[in-house]
């Protein structure tokens, strides 16, 4: 007798995240019905070799051939190993790795084939959460703001707050709890605020061999270049209305503003840079946030925390002050979502994307010996 995915009433989906900084694949279980959240289970993390980061950074930018082809086995391959370490679940999400942005133009690709998991780990999997949202006028992202609205509830907020996670880019989503689903008009904004690490890992990287700045080290030892840093905020980007979105490798001037600079120096520029697009982001927001929960990577950064309430008016603290798990956010959010479309819930929204209408964006394949089943 085969298995089945309820089509009602909290199931165990696992998600998976490799974000934009190319540290990695997180994995992590959420019980949920795809409205609220019933529970956080276990989680995992596998970081990528030095030599899979470079098979996936030669695939930034590329549309298709053999460089996108590689990045997408190295997807599948690390996938498979760390999920089959975690299949006490009903449904998967798999978000792949986004090597292309570029809604405006050609679109989006994030490489990952669901199909390959769901043969590979005998799991149903929803997958290429973005396309959608693309061919009906969106951005595609950020795809994680309908999760944050479930979070300000579970955590039983109820005033506006903001979510900020700062990945390779940083983004934003203001939530109003008072709103009762995440569709709903005046809910949820989002957007992309700028680039967040993923100049700084490159800049490090390029000048040191190191993979990031842990623990803010080479920054707290350097000077703001402030005129390199209002030449940044001159960019149109910041001047335009969400929702927007970005690429990792939208900014790349942003090394040759600091390329004079010492090592300390350019470093702190860049992540003033960071705090300073989210602050000129937060002026959007309808009201007044009564509080900034950061995730990502970027929250362990101190001196980038300090940057940002420094030039914030509300409290700014990472979303371990409300239990929950910033390393593990994405990936819960794209479990999350992966409930939402296999039930024929919208992801993704007008003031979220910018999509013209609330959207589903998901494929759904069912392994062999697996159903749909009602209750």
């Avoid at 006028?137 to 509830?153: D, N, T, V, Y």
């Avoid at 007008?350 to 010996?369: F, H, K, M, S």
């Amino acid at each position: 007798m085969g298995k089945a995915i309820s089509k009602s009433g909290p199931v165990r989906a696992l998600g998976a995240m490799s974000g934009t900084s190319l540290d990695g694949v997180d994995v992590a279980v959420l019980e949920t019905d795809g409205q609220a959240i019933f529970g956080f289970g276990e989680v995992g993390y596998r970081a990528y070799s030095s030599e899979e980061r470079a098979v996936l950074r030669a695939a930034l930018g590329q549309w298709s051939g053999d460089a996108v082809t590689a990045a997408a086995r190295v997807v599948e391959a690390a996938h498979v190993e760390l999920m089959r370490d975690h299949l006490d679940v009903d449904l998967i999400g798999f978000h792949g790795q986004t090597v292309a942005h570029a809604p405006r133009l050609q679109g989006t690709l994030q490489v990952g084939d669901g199909s390959v998991l769901a043969e590979a780990l005998g799991r149903p999997v929803v997958w290429d959460f973005r396309s959608d949202d693309v061919s009906m006028g969106g951005e595609g992202a950020p795809l994680a703001p309908f999760f944050h609205h479930a979070c300000a509830q579970y955590i039983g907020a109820t005033e506006p707050l903001c979510f900020l996670n700062l990945g390779g880019v940083g983004n934003l989503t203001y939530v109003d709890p008072r709103v009762a689903r995440p569709e709903d008009a005046g809910a949820l904004l989002a957007f992309d605020t700028g680039p967040a690490n993923a100049p700084i890992n490159d800049f490090l990287q390029a000048r040191l061999g190191l993979q990031m700045d842990e623990g803010g080290k080479v920054a707290s030892g350097g000077t703001v270049e402030h005129g390199a840093l209002e030449l940044f905020l001159a960019e149109p980007y910041f001047s335009r209305m969400p929702p927007k979105s970005l690429d990792r490798n939208d900014f790349p001037e942003m090394i040759g503003l600091v390329s004079e600079l010492s090592d300390a120096d350019a470093t702190a520029t860049l992540t003033a840079m960071c705090a300073a697009a989210v602050a000129q982001g937060m002026e959007h927001c309808p009201e007044p946030p009564k509080r900034l929960l950061v995730t990502g990577g970027g929250r362990h950064n101190p001196v980038l925390m300090e940057m940002l309430r420094v030039s914030l008016d509300c409290p700014v603290e990472p979303v371990e002050a409300v239990g929950l798990d910033g390393d593990m956010l994405e990936a819960q959010a794209f479990a999350y979502l992966a409930v939402r479309v296999a039930r024929g819930l919208a992801t993704s929204a007008p003031r979220t994307t910018g999509v013209r209408a609330c959207v589903g964006g998901g494929i759904l394949t069912v392994p062999d010996g697996w159903s749909m089943r009602a209750g």
